[in-house]
């Protein structure tokens, strides 16, 4: 039972133009949010993040949106650079539960 | 460095063999997580441990795997009788809070072991 979904395995962006990857979840209990980023050959590494008594969280070019009745997150990525090529893996927690990452996003921005 | 790290970073080895992977989270971290990814796939979660309480094995895939955490720093997973679809990434991941004292957690990820069974 997948309970955190990241629907397109890939997306390719134009250089400069807006990124924005999706995410969805089952689980009503999760409060808590996460994008992680992962370049190949690395461990993937910490983005941004958002609770649930938020709607946005805003860091530089990145930013996440979070609709609780639809359960629905994206990211936000603008303006996309080359750099931004990676992995991008959203996660979920609720309470004291462990991590559930999604499947994941691989990002091409294309120069 | 203040990372964390894991060994060895590659290891192939062939079918039936037992192997250790091993990882040192980031001091302190009293949260420690392994997952893999096997090519093309998404993160599976493995093994989680928190503190002194009793680690939460759900993730575990058949009973050739376990890991123990020592002296609540050092983790070690092992694979006995290593078959060809343990070939993966297993990574390592600690955080400052996580299971029981819940609310904001970021896991730091070591760079992973890549596995492959021969």
């Known amino acids: 039972d997948q309970q955190v979904k990241q629907n397109s395995p890939s997306l390719s962006v134009q250089e400069g133009r807006i990124s924005i990857l999706n995410c969805d979840y089952t689980n009503s209990m999760f409060d808590y949010f996460l994008w992680y980023k992962k370049y190949p050959a690395e461990g993937p590494t910490f983005l941004i993040s958002i609770s649930s008594i938020k709607d946005k969280n805003e860091d530089g070019r990145f930013t996440v949106f979070l609709n609780k009745s639809a359960k629905h997150l994206s990211l936000h990525i603008v303006p996309s650079q080359p750099g931004d090529s990676a992995v991008y893996f959203c996660a979920a927690r609720g309470g004291n539960e462990k991590l559930t990452f999604g499947t994941g996003t691989r990002l091409t921005i294309i120069p | 460095g203040a990372g964390v790290s894991q060994s060895p970073s590659n290891k192939v080895t062939e079918k039936g063999k037992d192997v250790e992977l091993r990882c040192d989270p980031i001091s302190g971290h009293t949260a420690l997580y392994w997952y893999r990814q096997s090519l093309g796939q998404g993160l599976e979660f493995l093994i989680y441990?928190?503190?002194?309480?009793?680690?939460?094995k759900s993730g575990l895939p058949s009973d050739r795997f376990s890991a123990e955490r020592t002296g609540g720093s050092v983790s070690t997973l092992t694979i006995q009788r290593t078959q060809q679809e343990d070939s993966a990434v297993y990574l390592c991941a600690s955080s400052s809070i996580g299971g029981l004292a819940g609310g904001e957690e970021t896991q730091y990820f070591g760079p992973g072991t890549r596995l492959l069974v021969l």
């Open positions: 441990f928190q503190g002194n309480s009793a680690p939460d």
